[in-house]
Nanobody, 127 residues
Framework: QVQVVESGGGLVQAGDSLNLSCVVS????????MGWFRQPPEKDREGVSC????????YYSPSVEGRFTIARDNAKSTVFLRMNSLKPEDTGVYYC????????????????????WGQGTQVTVSS
């Protein structure tokens, strides 16, 4: 079956950086776009970033644009999220998921376009 496993979260101070990783197994990873989402405390899940199959097209939420970078390694079935200049408002559980639509665009930051979610990794940014 499909497995999605995120890692790399932790407790950091404002201004620090973190690198998240997500390993996917059980499907042909190189055929699917991927996305990162987060759920802040007591708030709804929101799209953070997504990346096309080949990795040449990426989208970011305005709240993270310029600070976060998404990348993928299809040979290792892994998608990454590099988070720089972290802010307390970046706190939340971060999830990655497999994109399930044929078309890929800015709307691909919406969670309803995704299936196969991981358990998430906690990111806490202290002020």
């Amino acid at each position: 079956q499909v497995q999605v496993v995120e890692s790399g979260g932790g407790l950091v101070q404002a201004g620090d950086s973190l690198n998240l990783s997500c390993v996917v197994s059980g499907l042909n990873f190189g055929r699917y776009a991927m996305g990162w989402f987060r759920q802040p405390p007591e708030k709804d899940r929101e799209g953070v970033s997504c990346i096309s199959v080949s990795g040449d097209i990426t989208y970011y939420s305005p709240s993270v644009e310029g600070r976060f970078t998404i990348a993928r390694d299809n040979a290792k079935s892994t998608v990454f999220l590099r988070m720089n200049s972290l802010k307390p408002e970046d706190t939340g559980v971060y999830y990655c998921a497999v994109h399930q639509r044929i078309s890929f665009g800015l709307s691909s930051l919406k969670s309803r376009q995704y299936d196969y979610w991981g358990q998430g990794t906690q990111v806490t940014v202290s002020s």
